[in-house]
T-cell receptor, first 108, second 113 residues
Framework: SQQGEEDPQALSIQEGENATMNCSYKTSINNLQWYRQNSGRGLVHLILIRSNEREKHSGRLRVTLDTSKKSSSLLITASRAADTASYFCAVGTGKLIFGQGTTLQVKP | DGGITQSPKYLFRKEGQNVTLSCEQNLNHDAMYWYRQDPGQGLRLIYYSQIVNDFQKGDIAEGYSVSREKKESFPLTVTSAQKNPTAFYLC????????????FGPGTRLLVL
């Protein structure tokens, strides 16, 4: 399957530090998305990067995509306590395939 | 206020009982989806619907059933055939099935008594 796999599974940092999480997938893709999930809540779409893009920014978020390595990274700069959540990558259109997620804890 | 609503927030099922989870959207989206999330895991697709009166099985459809009689509604029934139903269930929608971004409801947590 085109399952995204994320690394690390858990990440704990201090407020103000940068957080980087990685996603790998198995087959060719048209796009890759990142979603955030606060504990016990639904997912919120963060950013989508297409296969012909290498880097994309949205506020404090920076996403890179390396199709040759079948991997993507999500960087959150100047993290805040409110960024504490689980972050998932997803590939596909319609039938999304999600990774297992990275749980980020930002300590105030 | 546009969005996706799911009810109830918590649901308890007895052995051998069928239960139905509600999902409603007022975004005028054609496509709707049901996912299951187990603790510490990602989401797995149960069923999806591209248009009214049409739906397809996802990766883990066994023990579940759906209907799509109205554009705004996509209820999920967890049948007694689903032997391990305890999970967090998420409903999502997208403008069309060929649109990548999905919008999620707040989820229903199903527990077995």
């Amino acid at each position: 399957s085109q399952q995204g796999e994320e690394d690390p599974q858990a990440l704990s940092i201090q407020e103000g530090e940068n957080a980087t999480m990685n996603c790998s997938y198995k087959t060719s893709i048209n796009n890759l998305q990142w979603y955030r999930q606060n504990s016990g809540r639904g997912l919120v779409h963060l950013i989508l990067i297409r296969s012909n893009e290498r880097e994309k920014h949205s506020g404090r978020l920076r996403v890179t995509l390396d199709t040759s390595k079948k991997s993507s990274s999500l960087l959150i700069t100047a993290s805040r306590a409110a960024d504490t959540a689980s972050y998932f990558c997803a590939v596909g259109t319609g039938k999304l395939i999600f990774g297992q997620g990275t749980t980020l804890q930002v300590k105030p | 206020d546009g969005g996706i609503t799911q009810s109830p927030k918590y649901l308890f099922r007895k052995e051998g009982q069928n239960v139905t989870l509600s999902c409603e959207q007022n975004l005028n989206h054609d496509a709707m989806y049901w996912y299951r999330q187990d603790p510490g895991q990602g989401l797995r697709l149960i069923y999806y619907s591209q248009i009214v009166n049409d739906f397809q099985k996802g990766d883990i459809a066994e023990g579940y059933s759906v209907s799509r009689e109205k554009k705004e509604s996509f209820p999920l029934t967890v049948t007694s055939a689903q032997k391990n139903p305890t999970a967090f269930y998420l409903c999502a929608s997208s403008i069309r099935s060929d649109q990548e971004t999905q919008y999620f409801g707040p989820g229903t947590r199903l527990l077995v008594l």
